[in-house]
């Protein structure tokens, strides 16, 4: 695997953490972490820097980066990636993302549909299908999250949320180790500010999928627990030419689940 | 001293075996309006006897979508009081600013409130609690922006010639002009409730209004909590006023300790197993992170913890006892605190209607010359500085 390195990009709302690695000759992947802010340390974006150029901007307000108060909506979120897009050069990069950060890339890819070279959804946020609900992700127990996210609860990830589950996300109470708990509680307020209401969808977003130029992969954790295949299928049928695969084995957080396979995957689409 | 009685208007008859949170997801197939049409008029007539026995004021809170308070809108039950008492302030803390679109509403509202009542309103401005960010699908990362601008529009439709423009991030409002303007000039005491968030405190003591110390943890942390606020005001440069202090607490009096226990106890269970769970959920971005460091310093001591009534009487969850106890425990603990004003919850869970009045009576009769002998109006109350620390 290849390394990953972090450094510091200056942007309009705030200097933000960007993850770089790979070979200089080979395609640009931009990788867009889900509510979760996974981004340092992931082995997912090491193994896509076996044969990618990666680059991984965290979000303002997730990890170290700064800005989020001047971000407000998802508009907001668009410039402020459009800028970092930018800034690095990355005229039209394939796009991963993963729930959130789908979400996120599905935004550009119809506002800016040049923008983007590739597009590869990953359990993607982003419509509201009738009878098919995302799950609360808000205040919700960190150990009933985990059995939603993961799909082995032994996976790292999952079994330290089950270990902190005595600390509540939504309750202040107890004796809680905050350096543990600021993390979670910063992603979650950042991610609020994009996805409270309306809940993690853009209502506008799915008649306007038909603007989508790119080539399109949607990938789907055969058993997430937190967004509905419907979600998948959805954007599968009004993307022109997209496709969905199933990743058998993997919930919700499928790039931590299954990191070699989702870079496969990705490494096939791309090359394609 | 100034002698509050506040009601939470709790709703009394959940099922026994309901062991769910009392807010937000509560289902509401558990009112019965049989005893919601029983409880409102008695709660309200609680409120009207506090006049009676020589309170100063009432108060009501606004809660919405829970059993602990059925409260939504404390405003129509300030209105009926305006109606139906003739002399206390009528304090209502408050209303959840963010909650109102347009806020305007606010300062309309307790205008008319202000004015049927001949200047006795009390104006209570809140954040709203987290559960209410639930309820109302309402963003909590604008929270405190949405009340620092909606603060800021009913001030200056109080106190500015109207129509003026407010154009902000969160309200855009072409014509600003309240009618009717409120009776007090330029406009009613404001108090604000706070759970220890230092922004709160700031913002209470730069405008310098009064700091109302929400309950239900250990006594520890209100001794913190009234010393931040008056570090804080001496941060803007002035010697804090004990009536810009309000220590809201549960109280029972009764004839003997042990009657008082004896008749109190169950329905304190209740509230507190009952009828918190729920309210302390603190939703994504509502608090920042510096205050939620600070408010979880307190979070152990949170009464939804408690296990035994012994862990009451020595954190001073609710103070209960026969008249003499009630008074020494309030007069030892108001000196300390440094709160000109006491705000009484004196029903609280189930306890029923004769045994509140009998609680209304004897603490007016009883404790609360006591204590107006020991806190003349406008006296300094703090004691000794250094035994706070």
Redesign the interface.
Same mark, same amino acid.
């Given at each position: 695997m290849a390394a990953v390195t972090e450094g510091r990009l200056s942007t309009q709302v705030g200097k933000v953490q960007v993850f770089r690695g790979g070979p200089a000759d080979g395609p640009p992947v931009v990788y867009l972490h889900s509510a979760q802010g996974e981004t340092p340390g992931l082995l997912f974006l090491e193994t896509l820097a076996d044969w990618a150029g990666v680059v991984a901007p965290v979000f303002p307000g997730f990890g170290e980066s700064e800005g989020i108060d001047e971000i407000d909506d998802i508009e907001d979120a668009v410039f402020h990636l459009l800028d970092v897009f930018d800034s690095l050069g990355l005229e039209s990069p394939a796009v991963v993302g993963l729930s959130l950060g789908g979400w996120l890339a599905a935004e550009i890819a119809t506002r800016y549909p040049e923008r983007v070279g590739r597009l590869v959804l990953v359990n993607p946020a982003g419509l509201y299908i009738e009878g098919h609900p995302i799950k609360e992700i808000f205040g919700r127990q960190l150990d009933e999250l985990a059995l939603e996210l993961f799909a082995d609860q032994s996976h790292p990830v999952a079994a330290l949320m089950h270990q902190m589950a005595s600390l509540s996300m939504s309750t202040l109470s107890g004796e809680v180790p905050f350096d543990l708990l600021r993390p979670i509680i910063q992603s979650q307020a950042a991610t609020a500010k994009l996805g409270w209401d309306p809940y993690l969808h853009n209502p506008k977003l799915r008649k306007r999928l038909y603007r989508v130029t790119a080539p399109t992969l949607v990938v789907h954790g055969a058993v997430d627990g937190l967004i509905p295949r419907a979600h998948a299928e959805a954007y599968a049928q009004d993307i022109a030419g997209a496709r969905l695969v199933d990743v058998d084995g993997a919930a919700h957080m499928l790039p931590l689940e299954k990191p070699d396979e989702l870079s496969a995957i990705v490494r096939e689409f791309v090359a394609g | 001293m100034r002698f509050f009685s506040f009601h939470l208007m709790p709703y009394p008859s959940l099922p026994p075996d309901y062991d769910g949170p009392a807010w937000v997801t509560c289902p509401n197939e558990f009112f019965d309006p049989a005893v919601g049409h029983e409880v409102y008029n008695r709660y309200l007539d609680e409120l009207v006897y506090a006049e009676e026995l020589g309170f100063d004021g009432v108060c009501v809170n606004e809660h919405h979508q829970n059993a602990y308070g059925i409260m939504p809108s404390p405003n129509l039950m300030g209105s009926i009081l305006a109606r139906q008492t003739k002399r206390v302030k009528i304090a209502i803390v408050g209303n959840a600013l963010p909650l109102y679109d347009p806020p305007t509403r606010v300062a309309e509202e307790f205008a008319m409130i202000d004015n049927i009542s001949g200047g006795r309103l009390i104006a209570g401005f809140v954040v709203g609690g987290g559960p209410e960010?639930?309820s109302f =699908?309402? /963003? @909590?990362?604008?929270a405190r922006e949405r009340f620092a601008e909606a603060h800021e529009i009913i001030m200056r439709a109080w106190t500015e010639p109207g129509p003026f423009e407010y154009i902000g991030k969160h309200y855009k409002l072409r014509y600003v002009n309240s009618w009717p303007r409120p009776f007090q000039q330029p406009h009613p005491e404001v108090w604000i409730p706070g759970a220890g968030s230092l922004e709160t405190m700031e913002f209470v003591a730069k405008h310098r209004y009064a700091y109302m110390g929400i309950p239900y943890f250990h006594i520890s942390v209100f001794d913190r909590t009234f010393r931040m606020f008056r570090e804080a005001c001496e941060r803007e440069g002035y010697e804090y006023d004990p009536l810009q202090a309000g220590w809201l607490e549960p109280i029972y009096v009764a004839e003997t300790d042990e009657q008082a226990r004896q008749e109190y106890e169950e329905h304190f269970w209740y509230f507190v197993k009952r009828l918190l769970p729920g309210i /302390? !959920? =603190? @939703? @994504? *971005?509502y608090t920042s992170?510096r205050s !939620?460091?600070n !408010?979880?310093k307190g979070? *152990?001591t949170?009464a !939804? /913890?408690l296990q035994t009534w012994d862990e009451v009487v020595e954190g001073q969850y609710a103070i209960v006892g026969s008249p003499e106890t009630v008074a020494e425990k309030l007069t030892e603990s108001l000196r300390r605190l440094g709160t000109g004003n006491l705000l009484g919850l004196f029903q609280l869970g189930t306890l029923p209607a004769h045994l509140t009045r009998k609680n209304l009576e004897l603490f007016a009769t009883e404790v609360m010359p006591k204590l107006r002998k020991e806190f003349p109006e406008g006296a300094r109350v703090l004691g000794d500085q250094a035994a706070v620390a």
């Open positions: - | 960010y639930y =699908s309402m /963003n @909590p990362a604008h /302390n !959920i =603190s @939703p @994504p *971005g992170i !939620i460091e !408010i979880l979070a *152990g949170f !939804i /913890n």
